[in-house]
């Protein structure tokens, strides 16, 4: 999953669960991207990028 903002191109991105959804936002200047699958978010953990859960609090890792 090669991923960049679509506004500041910036490849600094994080996911974070909202609900039953998982939406893509850059670090940078917190852009949203778009909402992820299941398997995107499984992509996102192996390539650590970093995950916000609902109560903002980053996912450790296992
Ligand atoms: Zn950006």
Redo the contacts with the bound molecule.
Sequence with gaps: MKMK??????E??FVKIEGSRRGLY??????WQKWITKEELRVAEVNEIPILNQNNKFRRKN
Excluded: I
């Design positions: 903002c679509n506004k500041c191109n910036s600094k991105l850059c670090s940078e200047c917190g852009k």
